[in-house]
């Protein structure tokens, strides 16, 4: 049963332009089909998530990250009344913005675009789904209903201070309301992400030879796990025991947001959707000592994993890519693909040229970049098996 304060997709705000609904779906669930059918969405598939894409098929994409985020916020949202579709597509759609190459990649075309209004992933999926997928008669973007934009724009919570130029230039023509919560469902999708890359990372870590077990069983939760699995299968092989282990972990948190949000959800006296954005303080949350706890696996993945020294070499490898890439296509904008060329034909001032260059760089995938700082300098950042072709720096 769908509590009163879910979104209801029978009184959506509508959408930027206006459309016949579907007979068949509701328009949450039409929003996510169109999400999952986007051309971004389908990019992620080459798109690092910690590892760059071809150093294993079993590490996580950005893709395979974005699926089991869905997953994971649709158990949630369904637990506590909330409209699944709405969340599912604000889930699938929170990192179509990212760059190749991961948090890396954005750090690199931040810096880059410093001088031109700078560059943030969650802006840039707002920018994706309002205007650069383009392939409707009727408008650029996906039309999507004002819900999901709002989810996508606020899952993180409001947006205030110096507003991101992809966010502020669309919310002057539809406006998302960034000073408040976004709804429910999106706070969920936001929650979701943290559950499944705290778990996904430590599994990938290990499988990538980053750490081992013996270390990981000294942080809290997972000490607890690995000692139950011990105790119910003390002859279990290795690989079951981590996987049974790690479920276990994955379980722990979800269980423990569904705890805290019922008890927030409760005290809020919250009886609709706007009532949770008013509220002036996030209803979906981890416990004080979940959130603790939390903290200590992040600050074990930071020095054990994303600043391990491959990790970091890569990153210093593909930083080179995209430094090389970006002042390549603002010198010559005609090495852009024929339909970027189209867009550059009325571009007169240098801001409007480098956010262009950055939408083409943002959405290239990992392969893409590489093949394109190959062909643009006769040099490889890294060779096929993702090692370092070039000395070390």
Same mark, same amino acid.
């Given at each position: 049963?769908?509590?009163?304060?879910?979104?209801?997709?029978?009184?959506?705000?509508?959408?930027?332009? #206006?459309?016949?609904?579907?007979?068949?779906?509701?328009?949450?669930?039409?929003?996510?089909?169109?999400?999952?059918?986007?051309?971004?969405?389908?990019?992620?598939?080459?798109?690092?998530?910690?590892?760059?894409?071809?150093?294993?098929?079993?590490?996580?994409?950005?893709?395979?990250?974005?699926?089991?985020?869905?997953?994971?916020?649709?158990?949630?949202?369904?637990?506590?009344?909330?409209?699944?579709?709405?969340?599912?597509?604000?889930?699938?759609?929170?990192?179509?913005? !990212?760059?190749?190459? &991961?948090?890396? @990649?954005?750090?690199?075309?931040?810096?880059? $675009?410093?001088?031109?209004?700078?560059?943030?992933?969650?802006?840039?999926? /707002?920018?994706?789904?309002?205007?650069?997928?383009?392939?409707?008669?009727?408008?650029?973007?996906?039309?999507?209903?004002?819900?999901?934009?709002?989810? =996508?724009?606020?899952?993180? @919570?409001?947006?205030?201070?110096?507003?991101?130029?992809?966010?502020?230039?669309?919310?002057?023509?539809?406006?998302?309301?960034? !000073?408040?919560?976004?709804?429910?469902?999106?706070?969920?999708? #936001?929650?979701?992400?943290?559950?499944?890359?705290?778990?996904?990372?430590? !599994?990938? @870590?290990?499988?990538?030879?980053?750490?081992?077990?013996?270390? =990981?069983?000294?942080?809290?939760?997972?000490?607890?796990?690995?000692?139950?699995?011990?105790?119910?299968?003390?002859?279990?092989?290795?690989?079951?025991?981590?996987?049974?282990?790690?479920?276990?972990?994955?379980?722990? $948190?979800?269980?423990?947001? /569904?705890?805290?949000?019922?008890?927030?959800?409760?005290?809020?006296?919250?009886?609709?959707?706007?009532?949770?954005?008013?509220?002036?303080?996030?209803?979906?949350?981890?416990?004080?000592?979940?959130?603790?706890?939390?903290?200590?696996?992040?600050?074990? /993945?930071?020095?054990?994993?994303?600043?391990?020294?491959?990790?970091?070499?890569?990153?210093?490898?593909?930083?080179?890519?995209?430094?090389?890439?970006?002042?390549?296509?603002? #010198?010559?904008?005609?090495?852009?693909?024929?339909?970027?060329?189209?867009?550059?034909?009325?571009?007169?001032?240098?801001?409007?040229?480098?956010?262009?260059?950055?939408?083409?760089?943002?959405?290239?995938?990992?392969?893409?970049?590489?093949?394109? !700082?190959?062909?643009?300098?006769?040099?490889?950042?890294?060779?096929?098996? &993702?090692?370092?072709?070039?000395?070390?720096?």
């Amino acid at each position: 049963m769908r509590a009163t304060f879910a979104c209801d997709p029978n009184r959506v705000r509508g959408r930027l332009y #206006a459309e016949e609904e579907s007979a068949h779906r509701s328009c949450f669930q039409r929003d996510r089909d169109r999400i999952i059918h986007c051309s971004a969405f389908r990019r992620l598939k080459h798109k690092t998530q910690v590892f760059v894409e071809h150093e294993g098929d079993f590490y996580r994409t950005r893709l395979t990250h974005s699926i089991e985020v869905a997953q994971v916020a649709r158990t949630i949202a369904n637990a506590l009344g909330l409209n699944t579709d709405l969340t599912e597509a604000v889930a699938l759609a929170h990192d179509l913005g !990212h760059t190749p190459f &991961g948090h890396t @990649g954005e750090d690199a075309l931040a810096l880059l $675009m410093e001088p031109y209004g700078g560059f943030d992933h969650n802006a840039q999926t /707002l920018r994706i789904v309002t205007s650069l997928e383009r392939h409707y008669a009727e408008f650029d973007g996906l039309n999507l209903t004002w819900d999901t934009l709002e989810g =996508i724009a606020k899952h993180n @919570g409001p947006v205030e201070g110096d507003i991101p130029y992809a966010l502020s230039e669309y919310n002057a023509l539809h406006d998302l309301e960034l !000073h408040t919560h976004a709804s429910a469902e999106a706070q969920v999708a #936001a929650l979701s992400d943290d559950v499944a890359y705290n778990n996904h990372d430590l !599994h990938d @870590g290990l499988r990538a030879g980053l750490f081992t077990e013996e270390k =990981i069983m000294e942080l809290p939760i997972v000490a607890d796990a690995y000692g139950e699995v011990d105790g119910t299968f003390p002859n279990l092989d290795a690989y079951r025991r981590r996987h049974e282990a790690l479920r276990r972990v994955f379980g722990v $948190m979800v269980t423990d947001v /569904l705890t805290e949000s019922r008890s927030r959800l409760h005290a809020s006296g919250c009886e609709t959707a706007q009532d949770i954005r008013e509220l002036g303080r996030p209803v979906i949350a981890f416990s004080d000592g979940m959130w603790s706890k939390l903290k200590e696996i992040r600050k074990f /993945l930071f020095s054990n994993m994303y600043r391990a020294p491959s990790v970091m070499e890569q990153r210093r490898r593909v930083t080179i890519a995209l430094n090389d890439l970006f002042p390549a296509f603002m #010198a010559d904008p005609s090495m852009l693909p024929d339909r970027w060329r189209g867009d550059t034909a009325a571009i007169e001032d240098e801001t409007s040229r480098a956010r262009l260059v950055a939408d083409y760089i943002a959405g290239m995938t990992d392969r893409f970049a590489l093949q394109q !700082h190959a062909d643009l300098t006769g040099t490889h950042v890294l060779d096929r098996d &993702g090692q370092s072709a070039l000395p070390p720096g």
